[in-house]
């Protein structure tokens, strides 16, 4: 049973940590839940998965600027290590791992991490070395948490996807293929995936981020009805442009699993997925469609 209310014991140096993880490890398996920090629902509900998979959680927090770009948010992105640290202790999260830049990267680092085919289209072709960033950093947190499963939330669908072949490819065994769990997207009342950069829009922009989730839903069932895809996606961006979305890095129907774009109703379960602006917040979604076999 997880404790409620228990001091998380945070480390930051790497010596402590594989003290701290060889100790966990003596009374049970590992789940370990990466985040940057800015903890919200989402992120506990990936914790509160974690407990069904493993003895022990752990959790960390590191803003990785290798997986962000020029002009990026780097720098604004919210820090907020306490009330994170409080959160995870409501949660009963063992161990959490909160490093400094020159922790995971220290003087002289010069090791990145490329995937390709899956991190090539999508957010790969509008933030350019994104993925590369975020491969490498999570293929170090398994180094270092050696997690027996990992968890991951699938609003960022070719995220999950990239590290997955990435694991796959490196034949990683903390943990393998089949142990890297992808949660369901955990959305706000109107709909709006959960995100860290919510914060980031005006009470103006928030009330117009929710037609982002209603314009996916209705092009899916038009989709899904067999409507001409490419009109269907047409229609979805025209709706999001006209709710104050710009501008929009993509609207695509893809293969799930190899995020192959798809021109005609698919015939196995796809992705809808969404990269779109308002104001000056970025923000991604993704949804099931499914197949004409299904």
């Not at 990435?166 to 959305?187: F, H, K, Q, S, Y």
């Not at 997925?273 to 000056?280: D, K, N, S």
Request: glycine share 8%; hydrophobic share 45%; proline share 5%.
């Amino acid at each position: 049973m997880y404790p409620s209310g228990g001091r998380v014991q945070t480390v930051t140096d790497l010596n402590s940590l594989r003290e701290a993880v060889d100790e966990l490890r003596q009374s049970g398996t590992i789940a370990m839940v990466p985040t940057m920090g800015a903890l919200h629902e989402g992120h506990m509900t990936l914790v509160r998965e974690a407990k069904r998979h493993a003895t022990h959680v752990t959790a960390s927090i590191f803003v990785n600027p290798t997986q962000f770009g020029p002009n990026e948010d780097l720098d604004a992105y919210p820090r907020q290590l306490a009330e994170d640290q409080a959160k995870l202790e409501a949660e009963g999260v063992a161990l959490l791992w909160a490093p400094d830049v020159d922790a995971m990267y220290p003087q002289g680092f010069a090791t990145s991490i490329s995937v390709t085919g899956v991190s090539e289209g999508l957010c790969g072709a509008s933030r350019p070395g994104h993925f590369d960033g975020v491969a490498t950093v999570v293929c170090k947190l398994f180094n270092q948490l050696r997690p027996d499963v990992a968890l991951f939330g699938e609003k960022d669908w070719q995220q999950l996807a990239v590290i997955r072949r990435m694991a796959a490819d490196l034949n990683l065994t903390l943990p393998c293929v089949d142990n890297i769990i992808g949660v369901p997207t955990v959305r706000e009342e109107d709909g709006l995936a959960m995100s860290s950069r919510n914060a980031y829009l005006s009470n103006a922009e928030r009330a117009s981020a929710a037609r982002l989730n209603q314009a996916m839903r209705e092009a899916i069932a038009r989709i899904e009805a067999g409507a001409d895809v490419a009109q269907a996606l047409d229609w979805l961006t025209g709706e999001l442009a006209a709710a104050g979305f710009g501008p929009i890095d993509y609207v695509t129907l893809a293969d799930a699993a190899n995020l192959h774009e798809l021109a005609e109703t698919p015939a196995a379960p796809a992705r809808l997925l969404v990269a779109a602006r308002i104001g000056t917040t970025r923000l991604i979604d993704n949804m099931h469609v499914e197949g004409k076999s299904a």
